[in-house]
């Protein structure tokens, strides 16, 4: 098989029953403080190039950084929700290279005194838990962004030049390192989106970050080996960027796997590299060399002081910690009454979030998820929106659900309301009073259209009342047609029963 | 000392007398400006103290203090007092340089702390001062712009990286200036042109717009023409800044009252150690007995004021020198990464023809002298993996074990230790014009008196002694962190005794020099 890269790949399944991969990730997270990591410009997304940019950020001589409390509480918060411990003391290191995003010539970072170290994250993998060492958390800026004008790849080298925007230059950046993970096999892409995840709504649930992939404020590098089944020694690993969404770190393991096999099997040498990922044809190709890596000769800023976190300071987050999405789980599939299959499908529709609010509202559990998962996910589907972005909020939803229970609407009316409050009509209870999609009570309406339906037809009353019961659903159904649907098939059923049968009895 | 025949002249009041004239309504501001402004239209194409002078622009700032004095505004006492300040201070809107070619042209959007300090006193901005590119050089003439003379006589070298400042207070081209100094930079300045100039305690003032050479050692300070002087210029640009992450935070010791109370001539119970191995016995080479001479008399002075003389040893001071040459080229290397040519200065060779690599190495190829150029690649030498924990490593150890020297003699402060410890700001007088160009070790030595105190992070001052074959000597007086007060104390002291006994200014004898045909 070959790809537009022209690489040789191998069959998945083959390749890993002869090799064992490992995987590693690091990933950035850009924190949803309100100000930039060392000075206090504005860190709000999509402003004009370089209207969020001081003396500080944009480097000019003269500048000095003041760190940032709210960054540095944030990234503590990350490393006790990952199981680290917390540095009692560290520094801020520089790592210094030239590149026209990096202002100072130096990026601001944390080298051998990471803030948080030695933590781990249990992901969930078919039923099976792999747990995920974590080597480090550490704090640092963000760089701002080459914008190559005039080549066709949008890349440096055939551009005619270049521009700059400092914006994100200094926004505060989390980098979360992981150990090798080995031992997952087959499973290691999986566990890749596994990790990526659940790190992401760990994050979301810290309430940091924004964690959007697609605006580049969760980024992940994914490093892939493969050696064969039983070697002491791991191989050498490649290091993939630019892989944007949760599918696209699964996919970016998979090619790596596949592609790093064919050449060990042809006795080629695997080339310590960075490569890029794409997204269109979910395959990898080289950039940068590490082997012409670059000196970073790091050494500690001597521009900050160093951090030192007080114990009871670290202590008080730890106790603050909001409830973690794993916990969070275990504790809804208890109430909920859920199996560990329906809870991943409530999770795989990314349908947890909402469902919880649809029940803190009032709904019940059932109601919730089989609204969310039912009628919203078939609609989310058809029009290409993600289930959370549908324009009805979980109260709505509740609100809707109690209709139901209250029987004013059945489950045919619910899903006309339901369309109306999409189409941005108002909340449902408004759209039954404005579109009249009520069910109808045992009005003197109801009472006529029964009774029209037993003289319409005697045979069918003959039937019944001969002892086939089952005939009478034919009354209900015109009944139903009558009105339209608007009546409740039970309440139809009983007046109809109460005419027909309860004479004879 | 207001008798000698220049008291007349503006230019020769302190800057202390001068705000009292200001504040008593004795002489305007406009005046003043106008009086130095003048003396540097005279002197300095001499000299060359300053590298940018904007005389409409000081006159109209002296102008607004008189306007708002005559208004009845409650002004401070440095309101309308000229000011020379260093052009490693970023100033907003005036070119700053860094005595660089690589900043030519360069008018910053923002004001440094100590500059933005000066501006609310009300002072009055004269100019900015030529000095050793990114203050690398102990005799301004790593200066792009040219060299600068000493006043006292200009076949010298007025010292460095501070020379510009130094030539402008003791020519009388200011009254006052701002230096920085990382490994001497005020102190050697100020002994080589007869002046007082202290380093204060590191984070005592904002480096905050000061072009950074090597961040951890920096500091701007006071050059000034008495001690009192110095004490107050230090006074109004001190104190905790939320803008600079290694400011102290707290309550500042107060200086001019030290000055005032040294002045007063007691020193009695002051435990002052000379430093054996900075000139003492078995240290003395590369010390011009003159130098050793002057300092000797010093201490006779002090000793007749009451205080203890006694000599402590600080064996890690001789390993000073090599720390600090790989400290601060190291961090030098890092901090001179911003001049790439993307975002200010200088840019060499974008022309379409050359890649983004190239446009930096050409721009930084041709924007930097040969003395950066030098200590830059030391530097990125220094920090290299595999080279990192002999170098940066070892002498990181070095500065530790020199505080740790510092800290004993200055024992636990209940009758142990010393107050101060003394020495000489210099090893020798200033040297003539190109004498060590070409020898950047024997340049290197000229700093080897100030480095420890530079590399402990204390405060230490450098108080004139007398004259040696007619050029001034230092002597420099270092106190425990955060005690200025200490060195101002005894540097006062000394200078109220040896102006009495010798009835004028030591600077009164450059002024005479002046009317019987000196630079001017
Ligand atoms: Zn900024």
């Not at chain 1, 999509?46 to 480097?59: D, H, I, R």
């Not at chain 2, 006292?152 to 130094?166: A, L, Q, T, V, Y």
């Not at chain 2, 030098?374 to 490593?393: D, F």
Request: some cysteine.
């Amino acid at each position: 098989m070959t790809t537009t890269t022209g690489d040789r790949l191998l069959d998945f399944d083959d390749v890993v029953s002869r090799y064992e991969p490992v995987i590693g990730l690091e990933t950035h997270v850009e924190l949803g403080t309100v100000t930039k990591m060392f000075c206090g410009c504005s860190t709000t997304f999509g402003a004009e190039p370089n209207t969020q940019t001081c003396p500080v950020c944009l480097g000019l001589p003269g500048s000095l950084p003041v760190a940032n409390a709210a960054a540095i509480e944030a990234t503590v918060q990350i490393g006790l929700a990952l199981n680290c411990r917390i540095a009692s003391w560290c520094r801020f290191a520089r790592k210094n290279y030239f590149y026209p995003d990096i202002p100072k010539g130096f990026q601001t970072s944390q080298y051998d005194e990471p803030l948080c170290v030695s933590g781990y994250l249990d992901v969930v993998v078919d039923g099976e838990t792999h747990r995920v060492e974590i080597e480090r958390v550490h704090l640092e800026e963000d760089t701002g962004k080459n914008l190559h004008v005039g080549g066709s790849t949008g890349r440096i080298h055939g551009a005619d030049h270049s521009l700059v925007d400092y914006n994100r230059a200094g926004i505060p950046l989390v980098e979360i390192v992981t150990r090798p993970v080995s031992g997952a096999g087959a499973k290691a892409p999986e566990v890749a989106k596994a990790y990526v995840t659940e790190l992401r709504e760990i994050i979301q649930a810290l309430g940091v970050s924004d964690v959007r992939m697609e605006q580049g404020s969760l980024r992940c590098d994914v490093n892939t080996s493969i050696a064969p089944v039983g070697a002491l020694e791991m191989g050498t690993r490649t290091e993939t960027k630019n892989v944007n969404s949760l599918r696209s770190v699964e996919r970016s393991v998979r090619y790596e796997i596949r592609r790093q096999a064919a050449l060990l099997d042809e006795g080629v040498r695997i080339r310590q590299e960075t490569r890029h990922f794409h997204e269109d044809t979910g395959s990898t190709s080289p950039g940068r060399s590490k082997e012409e890596a670059t000196d970073y000769r790091y050494f500690p800023e001597p521009d900050l002081v160093p951090l030192a976190p007080d114990a009871a300071w670290v202590e008080s987050l730890r106790l603050a910690l909001p409830e973690l999405p794993a916990a969070r789980r275990a504790r809804l599939i208890q109430e909920w009454g859920l199996s560990d299959t329906e809870m991943t499908w409530l999770l795989n529709a990314g349908a947890l979030g909402v469902v919880a609010e649809t029940v803190a509202a009032g709904a019940s559990p059932a109601e919730a998820r089989k609204w969310w998962l039912g009628e919203l996910a078939r609609r989310a589907n058809e029009s290409g929106t993600e289930l959370t972005d549908l324009p009805i909020t979980p109260a709505q939803v509740a609100e809707l659900s109690g209709l139901v229970a209250e029987g004013r609407v059945n489950d045919k009316l619910a899903r006309q309301v339901l369309d109306h409050v999409l189409a941005g009509e108002g909340g449902p209870t408004e759209v039954v009073e404005a579109r009249g999609l009520a069910v109808l009570g045992e009005s003197d309406e109801l009472v006529a259209a029964v009774e029209a339906a037993i003289a319409g037809a005697p045979d069918v009353v003959a039937k019944v009342r001969a002892g086939k019961v089952q005939a009478l659903g034919a009354l209900v159904g015109q009944v139903m047609k009558t009105t339209k649907g608007q009546a409740d098939a039970a309440t139809v059923r009983r007046m109809l029963e109460e005419r027909v049968v309860g004479q004879t009895g | 000392m207001t008798t000698t025949p220049a008291a007349t002249d503006l230019t020769h009041l302190d800057a202390a007398e001068l705000g009292r004239l200001l504040g008593a309504g004795e002489v305007s501001a406009v005046d003043v400006t106008r009086a130095h402004l003048d003396r540097i239209a005279a002197d300095d194409g001499l000299l060359h103290a300053y590298l940018h002078v904007d005389g409409e622009t000081a006159l109209a700032t002296a102008a607004a203090v008189d306007a708002a004095r005559a208004a009845g505004d409650e002004l401070g006492p440095l309101a309308g007092v000229p000011v020379a300040l260093k052009d490693v201070v970023v100033t907003e809107g005036v070119p700053t340089t860094s005595g660089s070619r690589i900043l030519e042209g360069w008018r910053p959007p923002y004001d440094a702390t100590v500059a933005a300090r000066l501006k609310a006193a009300g002072t009055v901005l004269l100019g900015k001062t030529n000095m050793d590119e990114f203050a690398m050089g102990s005799s301004t003439e790593n200066s792009a712009y040219g060299v600068t003379r000493n006043p006292w006589d200009p076949e010298r070298i007025p010292g460095g990286s501070s020379g510009g400042s130094s030539a402008a207070v003791a020519g009388h081209l200011a009254p006052w200036a701002l230096g920085t100094d990382t490994g001497g930079s005020i102190r050697q300045p100020a002994a080589l042109t007869g002046l007082v100039g202290h380093k204060p305690t590191y984070g005592s003032v904002s480096r905050y717009g000061l072009i950074a050479f090597s961040s951890s050692l920096d500091q701007a300070g006071p050059m000034a023409r008495t001690v009192l002087d110095a004490a107050v210029l230090h006074e109004a640009i001190g104190g905790h800044d939320p803008r600079d992450s290694t400011s102290i935070p707290g309550q500042h010791p107060l200086l001019a009252e030290a000055a005032r109370l040294g002045a007063g001539g007691d020193l009695t119970g002051v435990r002052i150690g000379v430093v054996r191995e900075l000139g003492g016995e078995g240290h003395a080479e590369g010390y011009e007995p003159g130098v050793l001479a002057r300092v000797a008399e010093a201490l006779a002075v002090l000793e007749g004021l009451g205080a203890e003389v006694r000599e402590v040893s600080c064996p890690s001071f001789d390993l000073a020198l090599a720390a600090y040459y790989l400290i601060a080229p190291s961090e030098a290397s890092s901090n001179l990464s911003r001049f790439d040519g993307v975002r200010f200065g200088l840019r060499v060779g974008d022309d379409g023809s050359r890649d983004l690599d190239e446009v930096m190495a050409l721009t930084r190829e041709q924007g930097f002298g040969a003395e950066v150029k030098r200590r830059i690649i030391l530097g990125t030498y220094a920090l290299s993996s595999g080279y990192y924990e002999a170098y940066y490593g070892q002498a990181q150890k070095v500065r530790t074990l020199i505080g740790r020297d510092f800290a004993s003699a200055f024992g636990s402060g209940d009758g142990d230790g010393v107050d101060v410890l003394v020495s000489p700001t210099t090893p020798t007088v200033a040297f003539p014009l190109g004498a060590r160009v070409d020898d950047p070790i024997a340049m290197y030595a000229a700093d080897l008196c100030t480095l420890p105190a530079s590399l402990a992070g204390t405060p230490a001052i450098s108080v004139p002694c007398g004259l040696s074959d007619g050029l001034p000597v230092g002597f420099q007086i270092m106190a425990p962190t955060l005690a200025d007060d200490r060195c101002y104390r005894v540097a006062a002291a000394l200078e109220a005794a040896q102006d009495a006994a010798r009835g004028h200014r030591l600077l009164d004898e450059l002024a005479a020099r002046r009317t019987t045909g000196g630079p001017a």
